[in-house]
């Protein structure tokens, strides 16, 4: 069967080790709503959505330039009937570099469409990878959710 965890994939005209870098600021690209580190192995943040919803991640792959996975360990996200659906997921960035060109391939393994999330959850991930962590990458400026 074929796999079918939520995928985009970004390039950039940008080193690899700019891009592992915009990655590793989360707030700066996803949420500014972000408690913990996400730079290197073993970090734990949490990510904010506000009235009690938040998503809590360890590093636990982390190959500078290259590769970082993020494992969810914890999560309440209140507008599913699963309010721990993301918890044991995770989100895997693989970098590579051809030419002046970066490619970065973002994974959230386990988000399926079998899940109720997926579609919400697949746009919301479009918006943030392909749009706030491309122009971070970029243009030096990410749009992530602001903190309130």
Not at 99 to 125: A, M, S, Y
Request: proline share 2%; with cysteine; hydrophobic share 35%.
């Amino acid at each position: 069967m074929e796999n079918q965890d939520y995928r985009a994939a970004i390039t950039v005209s940008q080193t690899a080790n700019i891009s592992f870098t915009a990655i590793n600021s989360v707030s700066k690209w996803w949420t500014e709503k972000l408690e913990g580190n996400s730079e290197k192995l073993n970090d734990v943040f949490t990510v904010d959505f506000g009235d009690s919803n938040f998503v809590t991640h360890k590093l636990i792959e982390v190959v500078p330039d290259k590769k970082v996975v993020w494992l969810v360990t914890d999560c309440y996200l209140s507008w599913f009937n699963d309010k721990t659906e993301w918890k044991n997921t995770k989100m895997n960035f693989e970098i590579s570099t051809t030419g002046n060109q970066t490619q970065i391939n973002f994974t959230h393994i386990g988000l399926v469409p079998e899940i109720e999330c997926f579609d919400i959850c697949r746009k919301g991930w479009d918006q943030y990878v392909k749009d706030s962590l491309f122009k971070l990458i970029t243009e030096g400026k990410g749009q992530p959710q602001k903190k309130v």
